[in-house]
């Protein structure tokens, strides 16, 4: 959509743009239980965060099923600890109007 979220440095990616009133999917309020926030990191500079542990149990119930751009990373937005400058791509996403 080529629209900016600002993220403060190690706040996860859902509590910005809930706090920014962004539509973000989900059911399960950022526990990282129903997936339905997840997110592909199609750019960043340099190592992302790494997996948090819900994401570790819960990513590879998600990787057969949802496919993003090539060389992306998924991750769950709930759980993903903004260190960077980075882009990420997710339908359904919709910023306050």
Do not use: Y
């Not at 149990?57 to 960077?84: D, H, M, Y």
């Amino acid at each position: 959509m080529g629209v900016e979220l600002l993220v403060p440095n190690g706040q996860r990616l859902t509590e910005a743009a809930w706090q920014a009133r962004w539509r973000w999917p989900n059911l399960c309020g950022g526990k990282g239980e129903c997936r339905l926030c997840h997110v592909f990191v199609v750019a960043h500079d340099t190592a992302l965060a790494p997996l948090s542990n819900i994401e570790a149990t819960e990513l590879p119930k998600l990787r057969p099923v949802v496919f993003g751009p090539q060389g992306s990373v998924l991750r769950l937005a709930c759980q993903l600890r903004v260190n960077q400058d980075m882009t990420v791509w997710k339908p359904g996403v919709r910023p306050p109007q």
